[in-house]
């Protein structure tokens, strides 16, 4: 079996959809709120957790995987709760790669809508999924089409699977201040080298690193990020699980949340300016000699920006018109879904970046590749 990219239905009547590798390794994505529902590795293990009582349906939020917690993170403004783009079913999918030499991925996107009818600003929202053998990495892609700088507060809300909360333990975090949102958001300093729960945590860690590692028994989860500066570690512990209607009963010892955001300080995008931000995490199975036979191609990435440099080249030309940059950069089968109007307007996002907007030189191609996808 090859990389596979399928658009199925999923719980309740909505859409998903799900990358497989050559590997065996399967990622889940609804379209509605842009939600990974699921992260398997090859070797099978899910590495998400998603509630059994989990409602599916539009209006509602899935309680597990990966929710998007945007424009607000979590009570913190004057919108709803973790913002609307979680509970809405106008996001569209904008691009599917399912090339064989490149990590299959999916592209989703949101841009001002009914839900959106209360945020004073224009927008597109750009969320890509792409999928590896051992790992996974979200991005988030947020353009302002407005007058004004946007501002916003954001999370990328992900439910670990756990054996077992209490025996997990994250690293990353000793020295680092956290508002404490059991206390009233009391901000207190962690002085343990590890973090071990002990019952209900709900910490906004301010200015984390890169990277943080959750173990748990013999495998340990890497979590990376860019863009985010902020970290929020949260589970609802036993006592107040079972006022949570969507939680199965005894499930809140089966994940542990550790979100990558952007609360402390919001960000403020410039109108015509973009802001990006990824998390990447990384699973620590023991990679069996097969996989080299299974052709997972590590260089897909690379071969495909050559193979582009190469038609730019032959045109002998210094820059290209956006339409001619459009037919090398984006393959037949990408150009069904992802057209020369959607190409135009994501290039608008890259104001800052871009000499200019009319052509585009190999720099910029790169540039957009790298970035976009
Ligand atoms: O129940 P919701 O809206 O999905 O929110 C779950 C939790 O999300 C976390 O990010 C917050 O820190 C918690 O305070 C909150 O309870």
């Not at 199925?8 to 590798?21: D, S």
């Not at 939020?61 to 990966?66: D, E």
């Not at 999916?106 to 809508?113: K, R």
């Not at 090398?328 to 109007?341: A, D, F, Q, V």
Request: charged content about 25%; overall charge negative; proline content about 4%.
């Amino acid at each position: 079996m090859s990389n596979q990219v399928e658009q199925i239905p999923g719980e309740g009547g909505l859409e998903k959809v799900k990358l497989t590798r050559a590997s065996g390794a399967s990622c889940e994505v609804y379209v509605y709120g842009a939600h990974v529902t699921s992260w398997k590795t090859f070797d099978g293990v899910e590495r998400l957790y998603v509630s059994s009582a989990s409602k599916f349906a539009s209006g509602q939020a899935i309680r597990g995987g990966i929710p998007i917690c945007w424009p607000q993170f979590n009570t913190r403004g004057t919108y709803g709760k973790h913002g609307f783009c979680r509970t809405t079913d106008s996001w569209v999918v904008r691009r599917i790669v399912s090339d064989p030499k490149r990590d299959p991925s999916v592209t989703i996107e949101l841009s001002d809508c009914e839900a959106s009818k209360d945020f004073p600003f224009s927008f597109k929202l750009t969320y890509t999924v792409t999928l590896s053998d051992s790992g996974l990495t979200t991005s988030m892609h947020v353009v302002n089409n407005s007058d004004d700088p946007m501002t916003f507060t954001t999370a990328l809300h992900t439910y670990f699977a756990v054996s077992d909360v209490t025996t997990v333990k994250v690293s990353g975090l000793q020295g680092l201040k956290f508002e404490d949102s059991t206390k009233g958001g009391e901000v207190s300093e962690q002085a343990d080298e590890q973090l071990m729960i002990r019952g209900e945590v709900d910490r906004v860690y301010l200015d984390t690193p890169e990277e943080m590692l959750i173990t748990d028994g013999d495998t340990a989860i890497s979590v990376k990020k860019s863009g985010f500066p902020d970290s929020v570690v949260w589970n609802i512990g036993e006592e107040k699980a079972a006022g949570m209607s969507d939680l199965g009963a005894g499930e809140w010892r089966r994940y542990l949340c550790v979100e990558a955001g952007a609360i402390g300080t919001p960000v403020v995008v410039e109108p015509g300016a973009a802001w990006v931000a990824e998390q990447r995490f990384g699973a620590s199975v023991a990679v069996p000699m097969s996989l080299a036979e299974l052709g997972e191609p590590e260089v897909g990435d690379a071969e495909r920006l050559n193979k582009i440099e190469a038609a730019f080249k032959a045109k002998g030309k210094a820059s290209l018109p956006l339409e001619e940059a459009y037919e090398i950069m984006i393959s037949p089968e990408e150009k069904g879904i992802y057209g020369l109007n959607d190409f135009k307007e994501d290039v608008k996002g890259f104001e800052d970046q871009m000499a200019n907007k009319e052509q585009f030189t190999w720099e910029e191609i790169k540039v957009f590749l790298e970035t976009v996808g």
